[in-house]
T-cell receptor, first 110, second 114 residues
Framework: RKEVEQDPGPFNVPEGATVAFNCTYS??????FFWYRQDCRKEPKLLMS???SGNEDGRFTAQLNRASQYISLLIRDSKLSDSATYLC???????????FGSGTKLNVKP | EAQVTQNPRYLITVTGKKLTVTCSQN?????MSWYRQDPGLGLRQIYY???????DKGDVPEGYKVSRKEKRNFPLILESPSPNQTSLYFC?????????????FGPGTRLTVL
């Protein structure tokens, strides 16, 4: 079983829609979590870290549920420029290892 | 400009011919790491380094070697490449001492082993 699992999508949504992605992790030793964005054929870039209390950055909200071992990302008022693949990442801090999900593809259409 | 660079960006080679992919960062980061990305599998960590002369295995180290003789460079070595090492490779660095966890990735190296 993969350490971090995501629905690969694609999620096809119209501009202005709200879309949510979930991600589950299997290793309870994972301590830190992140969402990265990857555009086609490009390198991943950090979108936001995920905190236990939940955190928001503009139109993006991330949540962590340690009891159920899942992470979520909510995108409100989707823009065309949000079209990308979103990677969920878990970190086992003591070992400085990072585990990436295979990504969820989002297509925002006019 | 703060960046991570990788060379070459594209490489086609044959089975068994030793190759090195270079990675360099100009941000004075202690932590560097190599990943491979394959369809449906996501990014998988190959090796990482906490500082000069300190390297550790990631999840998929078999068939790869690394070295960290200087802080800025972290080359990935394939002594005897095989077709199953055909993949997209990313190098990343992180400012470990500041406690941040953001990784900065290079542009990627697309390797094909025939």
């Amino acid at each position: 079983r993969k350490e971090v699992e995501q629905d690969p999508g694609p999620f096809n949504v119209p501009e202005g829609a709200t879309v949510a992605f979930n991600c589950t992790y299997s290793n309870s030793a994972s301590q830190s979590f992140f969402w990265y964005r990857q555009d086609c054929r490009k390198e991943p870039k950090l979108l936001m870290s995920v905190y236990s209390s939940g955190n928001e950055d503009g139109r993006f909200t991330a949540q962590l549920n340690r009891a159920s071992q899942y992470i979520s990302l909510l995108i409100r008022d989707s823009k065309l420029s949000d079209s990308a693949t979103y990677l969920c990442v878990g970190q086992i801090y003591n070992f400085n290892k990072f585990y990436f999900g295979s990504g969820t593809k989002l297509n925002v259409k006019p | 400009e703060a960046q991570v660079t990788q060379n070459p960006r594209y490489l086609i080679t044959v089975t068994g011919k030793k190759l090195t992919v270079t990675c360099s960062q100009n941000m004075n980061h202690e932590y560097m790491s190599w990943y491979r990305q394959d369809p449906g599998l996501g990014l998988r960590q190959i090796y990482y380094s906490m500082n000069v002369e300190v390297t550790d295995k990631g999840d998929v180290p078999e068939g790869y070697k690394v070295s960290r003789k200087e802080k800025r460079n972290f080359p990935l070595i394939l002594e005897s490449p095989s077709p199953n090492q055909t993949s997209l490779y990313f190098c990343a660095s992180r400012d470990y001492s500041s406690g941040t966890n953001e990784q900065f990735f290079g542009p990627g190296t697309r390797l094909t082993v025939l």
